[in-house]
């Protein structure tokens, strides 16, 4: 009789940033781990973005997905509530939903993965005896200050923004109080104490994966290991690395009208510009945006959404969606007409992976998602680092003077309208200047020990395999 099959139960927040690592993270462990995995994906809406991602991901392998509708949290929390907020209350009250369907699920999963929002199900896993382990899909930076914010909660006094030094992580590289993540930024606001609640929710799993690999971050998985991060918070959670695990490029031979447009452009002669599954600006920054990429004379394809003015993840909900017939009234007059034979306008939503992988593109403005960043490695791509929300503002810095694999507008600070003169500059720079030549030989070399690292004899592989031996030991002790 053939060895019987680890069986992995993986849940999945709302959201495209989610749902694709999560898919991508299933599809490596079948194909590459021989697991048995089931998806249990909470959804709000399906949007054809959505749709497309499950049917691109689950093809040629046996991957169930059981969408399971989010609760209704109208009651919980008020209509105007953050996104972290909304999230974990929608997580925590499908929490029976999902108990149910993992009962009636057979053969029962052996083990439980979820994602940082997600941790309200460990009850889960206790009540049917199962291990429990996060994926994080961020990178073990943002970890560490993520799990260490239990512990900067009580050392901190005051707003962590009004510091005058950086966040001392121990053993990681510290955090200017400009960088850290959006719950971190007003600790009297309710989504302070939703996020540190997240923060131990995730130290009480038995173990981590993180999307990440050796290489590239050496210090803080050193300091998650070895250091007083997790032990000064509860217990020494094993890391593993899984990363990077993001969409690979696969031609498939059907064009959209895009990737026909990209055809004809020269060779790393078009930056793509996006802001990721939810990212939107305010209408003064969009002006400004569009007219930085006309001065710079240099082709683009651009997914616009329209303008939101208080938030910068407005359409984190709507991810995918388009709003029909596309009128760009909010873009400068006379944009679309005089940047015809130079620039691409595309409504929400683009193939991101193939456009990042296509010749023509030399040149990523990202709001640095971590899949988005991940995504541009993998493509060889170096970036223009724009961060909007959560932990993009510590990618961005991660990017820019550790990896030097991106530059980014002079403030930090997400308020603030970068001007037309400053994207210019900076299209200019990555595109034909000297320094942009550098970030692409950079981002090069990057792109090699990525595919290392996830090869067979990779250090990813090994952890991984470490992890699928970890749950056996666990599952075999608790028999
Ligand atoms: N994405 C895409 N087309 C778009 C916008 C986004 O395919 O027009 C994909 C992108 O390739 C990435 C994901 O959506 O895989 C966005 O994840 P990320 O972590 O970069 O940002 P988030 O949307 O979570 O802020």
């Known amino acids: ?28 462990l079948i194909t590459h781990h021989n697991l048995h995995v089931t998806i249990l994906a909470v959804t709000t809406t399906t949007s054809t973005a959505e749709s497309q991602l499950l049917t691109q991901f689950t093809a040629g392998i046996h991957l169930p997905v059981i969408k399971i509708p989010a ?54 896993a206790e009540k049917f005896g199962m291990p429990k382990y996060v994926f994080i899909t961020g990178n073990a930076w943002f970890t560490g200050l993520f799990t260490y914010s239990l512990v900067l909660d009580k050392k901190v006094e005051g707003q962590y923004v009004d510091q005058k030094e950086p966040l001392e992580i121990p053993g990681c590289k510290p955090v200017w109080p400009e960088e850290i993540v959006d719950p971190m930024l007003d600790r009297d606001d309710e989504d302070y104490r939703v996020y540190l609640n997240q923060a131990l929710g995730v130290t009480l799993a038995d173990g981590m ?26 217990k020494n959670t094993p890391v593993y690395t899984v990363g990077p695990i993001t969409k690979k490029y696969e031609p498939v031979g059907l064009k959209n009208d895009v990737i026909e447009w990209l055809d004809k452009q020269p060779e790393s002669s078009v930056i793509y510009v996006s802001f990721g599954s939810g990212g939107t600006l305010s209408s003064e920054q969009i002006t400004e945006l569009a007219w930085g990429l006309e001065m710079s004379r240099k082709r683009f394809v651009w997914v616009v959404r329209p303008p939101a003015e208080h938030i910068n993840n407005g359409s984190f909900f709507k991810y995918g969606e388009s709003n029909g017939e596309a009128d760009y009234d ?34 990523f403005l990202t709001h640095c998602g971590w899949n988005s960043t991940l995504e541009s490695i993998n493509s060889g791509v170096p970036m223009i680092a724009w961060p909007l929300y959560a932990e993009q503002r510590m990618n961005a810095t991660m990017l820019t003077e550790e990896l030097k694999v991106a530059v980014r507008p002079e403030v930090l600070e997400a308020k603030k309208v970068v001007g037309r003169e400053e994207v210019e500059e900076m299209v200019r720079c990555l595109m034909e200047g000297e320094e942009g030549k550098t970030m692409r030989e950079n981002v090069k070399k990057l792109k090699k020990e990525a595919e290392l690292a996830r090869s067979v ?10 992890f699928i031996a970890d749950c056996w030991s666990r599952i075999h002790r608790s028999m």
């Not at 053939?2 to 490596?28: M, T, Y």
């Not at 940047?339 to 683009?350: F, K, Q």
């Open 1 to 28: 009789m053939p060895p019987k099959k680890l069986h992995a139960a993986i849940i999945c927040s709302p959201g495209v940033g989610h749902l694709v690592p999560v898919l991508l993270l299933a599809r490596r």
């Open 71 to 124: 609760a209704d949290i109208s009651s919980v929390v008020s209509p105007d509530a953050k996104v972290v907020k909304k999230l974990c209350a929608m997580m925590r009250e499908t929490v029976p939903t999902i108990c149910n369907t993992m009962s009636s699920m057979d053969p029962r999963p052996d083990v439980l993965i979820g994602d940082i929002f997600s941790t309200e199900s460990w009850v889960i």
């Open 209 to 234: 994966l993180i999307n990440t690999w050796e290489n590239l971050e050496p210090q803080s998985l050193h300091a998650l290991r070895n250091n007083e991060i997790l032990t000064s918070c509860v």
């Open 330 to 363: 909010y873009l400068p007059e006379g944009f679309l007409t005089r940047t015809e034979n130079m620039g691409l306008v595309v409504s929400s939503w683009a193939p991101q992976v193939e456009i990042l992988n296509h010749v023509a593109v030399g040149g």
């Open 457 to 466: 004899t990779g250090s990813s592989y090994i952890s991984t395999c470490r």
